[in-house]
């Protein structure tokens, strides 16, 4: 496997990264019966901000994406989404340990919501993320960053 690098995004992987989540979300939301191709891309058009997403590659191939912003109260982790081709392959992991290691993040709450089923929640518990609450589509989770 190639080396993994994060480098901030800009304008121009909107499309990239909005194609990324149709494909991510596609077998979730397709069970959940909510998955709508433009819907699903246009939701990520909608929150994109540069600013807060890194691009995730493996040697020159683009491969997944992440979003981490500031709350005033700690921070919150979205579109994290790596293509199915690289899934199960210990890259999450590796990303998640960057960003939750960082030390401004320690002390600090991380929240995330992933969709009911995902394969994703056994990543976060295994971070020590916990369900907060949850509704018919969504699980929202936490946790509190070790110092």
Request: charged share 25%.
């Amino acid at each position: 496997m190639d080396q993994i690098t994060l480098h901030r995004s800009d304008c121009s992987d909107v499309e990239t990264i909005a194609n990324l989540r149709a494909i991510v979300l596609h077998d979730d939301l397709t069970r959940l019966g909510r998955f709508n191709e433009e819907r699903v891309r246009q939701r990520f058009r909608d929150s994109f901000d540069p600013n807060h997403t890194w691009i995730i590659k493996a040697g020159p191939r683009f491969i997944g994406c992440i979003a981490f912003k500031t709350l005033s109260d700690g921070y919150l982790l979205e579109h994290f989404y790596i293509h199915p081709d690289f899934q199960g392959k210990g890259i999450g992991s590796q990303v998640l340990t960057y960003f939750l290691k960082q030390d401004h993040v320690a002390g600090k709450r991380v929240t995330l919501n992933v969709l009911q089923g995902s394969a994703a929640i056994r990543l976060y518990e295994r971070f020590g993320f916990a369900v907060d609450r949850e509704d018919p589509v969504d699980i929202f989770m936490s946790t509190v960053v070790d110092s």
